[in-house]
Nanobody, 123 residues
Framework: QVQLVESGGGLAQPGGSLRLSCAAS????????MAWYRQAPGKQRELVAR???????NYADSVKGRFTISRDNTKNTVFLQMNSLKPEDTAAYFC?????????????????WGQGAQVTVSS
C-alpha cells in the first residue's frame, strides 16, 4: 500500500558528509511524521531524527549539531543531512513514516519502514 525508497548510503571518512533520502509513494492522504532510525551491530535500534507534523523536529543527543532532517512535502520525501561524521555513526539507517492512506474502502493509518541504507564511516 505504501512504498519507501531509500538512497544515499555509502562510505565516508571521519569528518565527511552524506545525505540520505527517503521517498514515500502511494495513495497518501497525509503524513504524520517522517523519521530516521539507525541500528549498529550489537546495538538497539535508536531514533536519530524525526520531522513532525507542524514542522517540529527531534534529534538524538549524539547527532545534535551534526545532522539535519528536512522534508519536501510536495514529493513526500524526507532527507537526513549528515555532517562531521564519526565512526560511531556507522549503522544501517532506516526511514520510518507514519501516514494515512486512501483506499477504495476508506482511509487508514499505517507505519512503514524503508529497506535500510548502510552508512559506514571509516578511514
Amino acid at each position: 500500500q505504501v512504498q519507501l525508497v531509500e538512497s544515499g548510503g555509502g562510505l565516508a571518512q571521519p569528518g565527511g558528509s552524506l545525505r540520505l533520502s527517503c521517498a514515500a509513494s502511494g495513495s497518501i492522504f497525509t503524513i504524520h511524521y517522517m523519521a530516521w532510525y539507525r541500528q549498529a551491530p550489537g546495538k538497539q535500534r535508536e531514533l536519530v531524527a524525526r520531522f513532525n507534523s507542524g514542522g517540529t523536529t527531534n534529534y538524538a543527543d549524539s547527532v545534535k549539531g551534526r545532522f539535519t532532517i528536512s522534508r519536501d512535502n510536495t514529493k513526500n520525501t524526507v532527507f537526513l543531512q549528515m555532517n562531521s561524521l564519526k565512526p560511531e555513526d556507522t549503522a544501517a539507517y532506516f526511514c520510518n513514516v507514519d501516514l494515512i492512506l486512501e483506499s477504495p474502502r476508506g482511509r487508514y493509518r499505517t507505519v512503514s519502514w524503508g529497506q535500510g541504507a548502510q552508512v559506514t564511516v571509516s578511514s
